[in-house]
C-alpha cells in the first residue's frame, strides 16, 4: 500500500490494437510495482475499449462523448492503434489524431539513445553508445497531419486529392519556444530545427523565420542550427555526436524519430509523450511504435518502449516530484537489457513476459 499521503493519478488507458494490448498490460503491471515499491503515487485506471476491432463491431472508435471522458483523467496511456481490416487513415482519424489535436496536445516528444545492452547498426555508436542521445521534438497538431484537403472526380482516372500542409505563426512559435527550452535544459544545449524549405517555399519559409525570431531570444544559452530534412537523415547516420534536441514538423518528425529508434537499436524501444504544456488536458504517453498485427498475442513484442512511455508519464504527472521515481524506472530497464534480457527486435530470446517480470525484479530491488 502506497502512504496515505502519496497522490493517487486517474489514467485513461487505451491498449488500441495488435501488440498494443500486449505492451499496455505489461506497462500496467511495471506502473502497479513501482507505485507499491516507492509508495509514491498511485494509479486508478479508466480501461477503454478504443480499436479497431470495436469499431468493427459497433461502428465507431470512441463514443461522442471522448473528450468529455478523457478531461476527467490526469493522463491517458495508449497502447498502439492499427489493425489490417480497416483502413490505416480511419483508425489514425477516428482516435489518435482527434485525441491529439482536441487535448491540445502540440508537443511530441520523443528521446532516443541507446539503452545499455543494445546495439546501434551505426559503427561507431557500437564503440561508444553516447554519441546517439537525442531528443526529438514534433510538432503535434497542424502541418501535413492537420487534416485539410479533400478528393474530386470519384475513383477515375481523373480523380484528384489535395492534403494541405497548414502551418501557423502561433503554432510553430510555440513549438520553438519549447523545443529550445528542451535544448537549455540539457547538458549539450543545441538545437537542430528541420525544414524542407529549399523546395517548399511558404510553410517551411515561414518556420525558418520563426525560428530565427525565437532563437534571437537564446543566443549564447543555446547552440543552434538548421538542416534540411533529406540531408538531416545523412547526418542521423553520420555525426549521430553533433545533435542533441531536435525540431520538426508532424511528418518530418514523424519519419525522422522511426529513424532514430531504428539507429538506437529497435523501434521497440522508443517512448512518445504527446503533451499539452498548457496542463489544462490530459496528455498521452505512447510508445512510438505500431500495432504489429503479425507479433500480435504471441507474447514475443518489446515492451521496453511502453515501460520508457510509462517512465515519461509518470515524471509528467509528478511535475518535478516524481523524477526520481522516473528514473529508477528507467535504470531497472537498463539493468534488465544490459543482462541479456530482451525480446527479439534487441537480438534477444525472451517473451514479453519475461521482461516485464525482470523489469518488476529490479525495481523491487
Ligand atoms: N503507438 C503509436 C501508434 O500506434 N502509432 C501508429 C501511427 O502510425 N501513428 C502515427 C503518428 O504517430 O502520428
Redo the contacts with the bound molecule.
Sequence with gaps: MASSSAPNYHIASIP??GI?VDITQAAKTVLATLSSASQAFTLTYTDLDWSSFAYLKRGYYMPEDWATQLRKHDAIY?????WPSVP?HIS?WQM??PI?QQMNQYV?VRPTRILAGTKSPVAACQKDPKLLDWVIVRENSEGE?AGQGGTTHGHTKDAIATELAIFTYVGIERIMRFAFEVAKSRPRKKLTMVTKSNAQRHGMVLWDKVFYEVAEEYKGVVEFDKMLVDAMTVRMVEKPESMDTIVAT?LHA?ILSDLAAALAGSIGIAP?SNLDPTRKNPSMF??????APDIAGKGIANPVGAFWSAAEMVRWLGNGKLDEIAEGLMQAIANVTVAGVKTRDLSGEKSTTEVTEAVCQEIEK
Excluded at 495508449?78 to 492499427?82: P, S, Y
Excluded at 505512447?286 to 500495432?291: K, T, V
Design positions: 488500441g490494437d498494443g495508449f497502447g498502439a492503434v492499427g490505416d489514425l489518435i489524431l491529439r511530441n497531419y508532424n514523424d512518445s505512447e510508445p512510438i511504435h505500431g500495432s
